[in-house]
């Protein structure tokens, strides 16, 4: 009888120390991936509105179909285009903690309830000296990603990519407006 009892409690020890040690794995599990989920999306948040912006930039790369401009004390990438016969501007800028983008006829207020919110962002700085766009997104934990877009087209303008387009009037503008962005 006492064997059995013996054999009884350490049955019930190792099933003991068994459950207890799956359970710590368990939370030691949630919390790896916990992690884990947070770094990707922070990953993602940073690579993907690089790119956004990279990708829209390199879209207008003329000489005269970019500018850094502000929206409400925020700054704000402003890329000239020509969409279904008619000239449009958009604009890229944060506020409220996300990057919007909106389009607008050339001289049209700037409204960011019509924009479109594209995804979280704490803040963006634009800079821009001659042909070097530098751009640096803060995600909502606070870390930057930096990115330099050189502008490849000097020469092209507008006009030059739409010939017989009526965007004339958009080459005798200033070439590309310098500003220092806002910090």
């Given amino acids: 009888m006492r064997r059995h009892s013996l054999d009884l409690v350490v049955v019930v ?7 207890t040690s799956a359970l710590f794995l368990c939370i030691i599990g949630a919390e790896v991936y916990r992690d884990t989920a947070e770094v990707m999306q922070n990953n993602y948040n ?16 003329l000489s005269d179909a970019l500018r850094v401009d502000s929206v409400e004390g925020a700054p704000a990438l402003v890329l000239i285009e020509k969409r279904s ?8 800028f944060v506020q409220d903690r996300t990057l919007y983008e909106g389009l607008f006829a050339p001289g049209d207020t700037v409204d960011p309830k ?11 700085v634009l800079k821009q ?6 751009a640096t997104f803060y995600t909502l934990d606070g870390q930057a990603t930096d990115v330099n877009l050189w502008l490849r087209t000097q020469r ?9 387009s009526g965007l004339e009037e958009l080459d005798s503008l200033a070439p590309i407006r310098r500003e220092g962005g806002v910090d």
């Fill in 156 to 164: 092209g303008t507008v006009s030059d990519r739409y010939p017989g």
């Fill in 85 to 92: 016969g008619q000239n449009y501007e958009t604009w890229l």
């Fill in 46 to 61: 940073q690579r993907t509105s690089a790119l956004y912006v990279a990708e829209k930039v390199r879209q207008n790369d």
């Fill in 114 to 124: 019509l924009c479109q919110p594209i995804m979280p962002m704490a803040s963006l």
């Fill in 129 to 134: 000296d001659g042909p070097l766009v530098n």
């Fill in 13 to 19: 020890a190792l099933f003991f120390v068994y459950a």
